[in-house]
């Protein structure tokens, strides 16, 4: 581990400004990458970490300032031009051919040749040299969308290293993945560090940022805040920088969890024995009014697939769903939507964001689809329906004229969530709402579920932190394997006991 700030650094980016109509994204910001370590760059959502990356790696001309790569001043034209001089980058959105072959992606461009072409067998032995190195036992020939997104970033990271990269940067890319997944992408970098590549992260999730930093720069509306090792910088610190006040009104919500619900009417929601054959095994779930239930288990344990069935996005093959005590029929998400029923899926910025749309015009989009396109929200309930979430939420910049595609990806999140308050629902279900989101703007969201529902909408609301569901749910369903394993009472258990049931637990050995 090479933290010594006498280690001359490898990339040198001083005085970097880049300014877009009406937003200074970066404002004289200074940054230095060290080989051999592992640097977090963090701050808020819209703080101008990615436009940091962007203007390194040739995506973004800056305005002024000056990038150095070894002690050579330089200025890249594209990614690929990036890319030569041995910077790479792995995003959230995976940037490969998933149609190819697990090899053909970690090797392209620069497959061996033979007498007659490309020396296939050739490509398939250096691609599962390059995979064994950073301890990956892959079957090179296989496709690459057979695997998940958390094996595509690392074979992604493979490819990187065939391209001789110096310098690693990964931008967000441990939002999608579960934790012994984390694990493995963490084992690949230090080795990657061990070999004195440098290497930028990334990342909303506070303990994997501490967890694998050797330093930390901190960003704040585009000005550079500090520059510290990790050892000296204790996580309040760190979370005053990055939003300038200290984040004490998350005590406040501490109450919201233990709040009593009226459980002897009919619920808003009743699912019975829902299920479908391969994807779910058939499970129960009710919702009451004003009641947040939390749903708990780890990626791929059927969190998502239980709510999709629940709101029409996938067909069930089982069970029966009631609405306030009334059986319905739920098919799709137009049905979903006339029992008043929102999703916000965690595919959000993938399958939500209108690019080329205004952040009022995407916010509004949900209400205007359940009104029908034939009568426009008029104006004046727009702007007050846009100012309250924005407001509520923090987007940032405050301006709901500008294309959505303008907004860092944090806020483009917030505008998506907005779309579906926006609906004023009676049954919220929240897929992950605070993935991506920077921990000021997670309070603020927290806040709002824990304002709505105590005036009575129900919500379901998944989430990969533990705490989170703890702090502001009643009930947590728990998940695994794709079927339901039980239920608890949130302020009968604390955060060992619900991931020790979330290990262990056995339908039958529920607790309430
Ligand atoms: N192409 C663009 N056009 C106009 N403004 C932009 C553009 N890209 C970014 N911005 C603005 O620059 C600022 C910094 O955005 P950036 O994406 O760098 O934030 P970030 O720190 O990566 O945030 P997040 O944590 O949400 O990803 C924001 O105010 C954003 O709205
Ligand atoms: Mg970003």
Redesign the pocket.
Known sequence: MTTDTDVPALVEMRGITIA??G?L?LDGVDFFLRPGEVHSLM??????????IKALTGVYTIDSGTISIAGERRSFESTADAQQAGISTVYQEVNLCTNLSVGENVMLGHEPSGTFGIDWKGVHEAARGHLTSLGLDLDTRSSLQSHSIAIQQLVAIARAMVLDAKVLILD?PTSSLDRGEVEQLFAVIRDLKDKGVAILFVS?FLDQVYEISDRITV?RN?ALVGEHLVEDLPRDALVTEMIGRELSDLAALSSVADREIDRSGDPVLRARGLGRKGVLDPADIDAFEGEVVGIAGLLGSGRTELVRLLYGADRADSGTIEIDGQAAKIHSPRQAMAHRMALSSENRRAEGVVADLTVAENMILGLQAQRGWLKPVPKAERDQIVGEYMDALGV??ADPDVPI???????QQKVLIARWLATQPELLILDEPTR?I?VGAKADIQRKVAELSAKGLSVIFISSELEEVLRIAQRVVVMRDRRRVGELDSSAVDLDGLIDYIAHAEEGSVSR
């Open positions: 877009f109509p937003v994204a701050g808020e959502n819209g703080a101008g970490k990615s436009t940091l967000e909303h960003l585009g940032r910049p595609g303008n907004l860092s990806g944090g806020n991506g920077d």
